[in-house]
């Protein structure tokens, strides 16, 4: 297998470095500081950025998915929150709004997504529901053309800045799975509660918030598939929110092993680049050989469901070492820097703290295992 | 309005230049639109949105600069012309370029013509000037800013840092400097309709030139990088000490005062 680009995945590769270096970096620092990036969202919208693989009819730019997976890598590589709101806006909530929509609900929902006038998130985990997604406990309970919808829900990246929610509940608990709903939320629907935004280790920049919904009201047209799709629903984005993942930590550990590379080249100890020096020269070697291994794992991924194959186990994998990787690489990027590494000056702690909640999110590290495990 | 760009593929300007063989060495080297030729493609699309028209990108080039011209035409430009000059030309210079640009439009009626002021890599400056006396029609270099009112234009140039307004007509030609406009990104969707508009590649033969035609006039002696940076020197003693020794090094080593 080779990693060959289209002429219109390279032109598009470019646009996005170029974009990233002189768009994002800029605002880094005020991203750092808490500030929602919308003005960036708002020229990746002007750009076709948002709606990658949405077809044409809906606005989009009607890419395929390994283009959209180079978009992620190369927006990751300057700023993992911009690569983190993107994935979760196209992965989970346009992708499944186009997959299992009404043609009404294409036509309300996509064309906003797809030109970055609405932000979309997705709401599935809870206080008590992490990996066991099937124990959600919002309830959605039918009165007329209505459902009531109430509960409570955590960790929603883009929350309170998203325009559109794809929300999860079980209209029958005794159900199962096959009592799980979902529905499309708009995010003035009365009941609608943004509560506290998460203080988090890294992602500074994304929104991570608890919802409540009390009472919310939402209209039965605006159910994703029917009554018992929910998790199915849920589950059918997962390869494609995972290899999204495992691109945003590609993309870190490329960052954090390029900041390594270029730093030990220039740091002169003991009369030499530290670059020269066997410790740092085979630390870079080991990173190198990692970041490599995690891109061929992540575009074997890509390709794979870009070519409509099942790719889940393949998917599981890629998040398994890319996000490792973008772990390891990072740690051992501060040691290349040294006390510098440990300071706010250099990117490296930044690319640090941003790297682990991929071991988490979307699936954990542990999740993973058990998806591959039963492939064996 | 019937625009042409002139562009050029130059190195990246985060290559770094190697020499092997006396030539400079582009193996494994990224190549993009020369800057200065993008300020020119943005000025051209945006008067032909207000103006109406067509604008078309040509370049003299290889194969490669396909890539380029495809850029070109994802930005939003409609045309793009290659002049693949590949097998024909090995030293071509200034005169080679401008003789083949001007043989090419020649009988193109262009309206406006827009160049970079300068390519980043030879940064000659030489190829616009030359292109606009072989159509003798005016031309004027280094422009910040372009104005056109039916066949009236008025032109901003930076001159050494101020700016110099001069009147005149179409059809013109005129190189772009810095400051111009902000060349757009390429979107999506323009990346997606760029393979389908038209891409014409000629030769020097589709112009009726034979090589000689266009043989360069300058020949190149050689090629050799400029002269590695010394480390500084810190200067020791006290305050005065200091100012005394630096004032007489710049006289005596630097020859500056």
Redesign the interface.
Known sequence: MNLIFT??Q???R??VR??AESEITPWIEKMEKGEFPREILRKMG????MG?PVP?KYGG???DFTSYILAIHELSKVSATIGVILSVHTSVCTNPILYFGTAEQKQRFVPKLASGEYLGAFCLTEPSSGSDAASLKTRAVKKGDQYVLNGSKVFITNGGEADVYIVFATTNPKLGTKGIAAFIVEKNTPGFIVGKDEKKMGLHGSRTVQLTFEDMHVPVTNMLGNESEGFKIAMANLDVGRIGIATQALGIAEAALSAATAYAQQRQQFGQPIALQQGIAFKLADMATSVEAAKLLVYRAADLRSRGEKCSQEASMAKLFATKTAVEVATEAIQVFGGYGYTEDYPVERFFRDAKVTEIYEGTSEIQRIVISKYL | MNIYVLMKRTFDTEEKIALSGGKINEDGAEFIINPYDEYAIEEAIQVRDANGGEVTVISVGNEETE?QL??AL?MGADKAVLINIEDEIENGDQFTTAKILAEYLKDKDADLIIGGNVAIDNASGQVGPRVAELLTIPYVTTITKLEIDGTNVTVTRDVEGDAEVIETSLPLLVTAQQGLNEPR????????K??KKPLEELELDDLDLEEEDVEAKTKTIEIYLPPKKEAGRVLTGDLNEQVQELVQLLHTEAKVI
Do not use: N
Not at chain 1, 46 to 49: A, D, F, I, N, R
């Open positions: 002429e219109e390279e032109m598009m470019k646009m170029d974009f002007e750009l076709g950025l990658i044409e730019a009607e890419m | 890539k495809r850029t994802a990104y390429p979107s999506l969707p323009g990346i997606m760029a393979k």
